[in-house]
């Protein structure tokens, strides 16, 4: 049954990649897709996990090399009454970039990402601080987090990053539990600075709303967008926030949803999430400070690594440009991109950012090439973080690792048993410890 519902998924994928391919998404591909998808999920449910493993790399890539091929061969206007693929589109509009300006800009692009990479890195060094656990934060928490996000461009969603830092942590400090427990307040407090992003910039940036509803052919339904916006991404950010200074708030919440609707589905895993929020900030009770700092940090990675999409559409010349809605727009194309199924968000990104923001650079060519050079800008800036996975031998250490003041012993590092850096051994452990 299994096998049988994975092979009709592929069946009608192949009709969606021949659409792709003629530049003809309509309503037949957009049912097929669904039934792809529909298909896909249900029978890999049905089948053996190690197969599982083995479909989902395979589908992810297939996916998001369609998805690129469907965004370049969607026909746009070029001129008036000549219609042409956006990758000829593309084509006629390179030519016109002024190479001085663009790597002038570039090299600022780069320069903005990795002043939230250090941010980020920072907000973890503080994670790992109010747990009891200290490193050297440039030679060991910056160099891990550069290898961390060098492996992350290889693997699917953040294993890479994540996964490594937490290994690193982990292992120098031999506190595997606390370790783990900053991690999960991490990737909460992540989410939060994205979201608080979106809450800040939106103001500035409403045009980017009226441009969307107007392109839907519905511009009185701004406000209620815009409303729509602020209550998902305010309110995520208040609860966290809230949940940071009184966690008993929270666990109070969490609590009566559980007596009185706990046993519904969806609400049954939103209860699951609220308490292993509560329990992580459980553990750093009395270091609201800290917690307010961390949250500053990814508020600044979130907000860098949106502003980057402005310096890279001055790159290619888009002298109209405006950094807040630009910023402002960035941040949904970044949550898009984050919760879609394509390999570091390719294709979708570029989709996205021409959905929202076409108007904003001055046509659809214009914005695929401003969030294609964003990806490349981020990478560029920290690409380099391979180096110190080369240099990182069986018998590197940190300078110091305390925990709780106290140097660790590396004596209990064996080497020869540790077996490296294993992302999904690293990902089944936290899954484990998040159930506990």
Not at 264 to 270: F, R
Not at 315 to 323: D, K, P
Request: charged letters at 15%; proline letters at 3%.
């Amino acid at each position: 049954m299994g096998y049988g519902l994975i092979a009709v998924a592929f069946l009608l994928f192949g009709v969606v990649s021949w659409k792709a391919w003629e530049g003809a998404l309509g309503l037949v591909a957009i049912i097929a897709l669904a039934g792809a998808f529909g298909a896909f999920w249900v029978g890999r449910k049905k089948v053996d996990a190690q197969v599982r493993k083995k479909l989902d790399m395979p589908a992810k890539v297939l996916f998001t090399l369609v998805g690129i091929m469907a965004l370049l061969r969607h026909p746009i206007d070029i001129e008036e009454g000549v219609r042409a693929p956006i990758y000829e589109a593309i084509a006629l509009y390179i030519d016109q970039v002024d190479t001085g300006t663009f790597i002038l800009y570039a090299c600022i692009a780069m320069a903005v990402k990795f002043v939230g990479v250090i941010s980020s890195a920072f907000a973890w060094h503080l994670l790992l601080k109010g747990q009891g656990i200290r490193f050297p934060f440039w030679s060991k928490i910056m160099t891990a987090f550069l290898i961390g996000r060098f492996i992350g461009t290889f693997l699917p969603s953040t294993l890479g990053l994540d996964g490594y830092t937490l290994y690193e942590a982990g292992r120098y400090s031999g506190q595997w539990p606390r370790a783990i427990t900053a991690k999960a307040l991490e990737k909460f407090i992540g989410v939060t600075g994205l979201f608080l992003g979106m809450v800040v910039t939106m103001p500035f940036g409403y045009q980017v709303i009226v441009d969307v509803t107007t392109k839907m052919g519905q511009p009185e339904s701004a406000p209620l967008l815009a409303g729509a916006i602020a209550a998902v991404a305010g309110g995520v950010s208040a609860v966290v926030v809230v949940g940071l200074v009184w966690p008993s708030i929270i666990q109070w919440f969490a609590r009566l949803f559980e007596r009185i609707l706990g046993g519904i589905g969806p609400l049954k895993k939103l209860v699951g999430i609220l308490n292993q929020f509560t329990n992580a900030v459980g553990a750093y009770r009395g270091k609201v400070g800290l917690l307010m700092l961390a949250l500053a940090s990814k508020f600044v990675t979130h907000f860098t690594t949106a502003a980057v999409y402005f310096f890279t559409a001055l790159a290619i010349g888009v002298t109209t440009a405006e950094f807040w809605p630009i910023t402002f727009g960035s941040t949904i194309q970044i949550l898009a991109t984050l919760l879609s199924p394509t390999i570091a968000g390719e294709g979708a990104r570029e989709a996205f950012q021409a959905l929202l923001l076409s108007e904003q650079l001055g046509g659809v060519a214009q914005a695929v090439l401003s969030g294609a050079l964003g990806f490349i800008a981020a990478e560029a800036a920290t690409l380099w973080g391979g180096m110190f996975l080369w240099t990182r031998k069986a018998g590197w250490r940190p300078k110091f690792a305390e925990v709780d003041g106290q140097q660790v012993d590396y004596a209990w590092i064996d080497d020869e048993d540790d077996g490296g850096f294993d992302a999904e051994k690293i990902a089944k452990a936290r899954a484990e410890h998040t159930q506990k």
